[in-house]
């Protein structure tokens, strides 16, 4: 079988089947916990195993998840996700597409909220080794867009100078699975809301 693209950019069709929280949290989950049945996503997202199937089609229908065919038999499928990476470039598409795209970013927001807050409480249990290694911090830097577009840029540049969390990558025995979000949010002051300088 063809090695499976690593990546993959979303076109109105996957935007629009991902512009339901559910189905970002079950790519998640297969993203970061492997293959799965829709009965062990249901169990993981506590919601029911047909609601999963259901949302697990769509999202096959998309080309953003496929039938595991290394794993399950006759009466258990077995899901994974087709990429191990996702880019939104909001300036490519439709701008029918705002709703689909509003929708998609609330529900990668929910997630990263979520992942956040479990860390922040877990942290307390790690090893002590990595309880030290979480880290929050936001900057308020005033940007021209052009000058947000580089920063971006130049940060996902940093973060893949660093080993991904796949199987075919062998990693040092003391290394683990870290999450790196990168957020670049922009805040832009309007006359509108306050006033003239």
Avoid: C
């Amino acid at each position: 079988m063809a090695a499976e693209p690593t990546h993959v950019v979303l076109d109105s069709s996957a935007l629009k089947a991902l512009a339901h929280p559910l189905r970002v949290s079950l790519l998640g989950a297969l993203r970061r916990y492997g293959p799965a049945t829709a009965t062990q996503l249901g169990q993981r997202l506590s919601i029911s195993s047909g609601s999963a199937s259901y949302h697990l089609r769509q999202l096959e229908r998309a080309g953003l998840v496929a039938d595991d065919t290394t794993r399950g038999n006759a009466r258990d499928r077995w899901w994974r996700a087709a990429h191990r990476s996702t880019t939104l470039r909001i300036q490519d598409l439709d701008p029918t597409d705002d709703d689909a795209v509003d929708t998609y970013l609330r529900s990668v927001a929910a997630n990263y909220t979520l992942l956040l807050q479990q860390a922040v409480n877990e942290r307390a249990t790690l090893p002590s080794a990595w309880r030290g290694t979480l880290e929050m911090s936001d900057y308020l830097l005033r940007l021209t867009p052009d000058e947000a577009k580089t920063l971006a840029v130049r940060l996902h540049t940093v973060v893949r100078e660093f080993r991904y969390d796949v199987p075919e990558n062998r990693a040092p025995e003391d290394a683990d699975r870290v999450s790196v979000i990168l957020q670049v949010l922009p805040q832009p002051e309007t006359a509108s809301v306050l006033g003239s300088r």
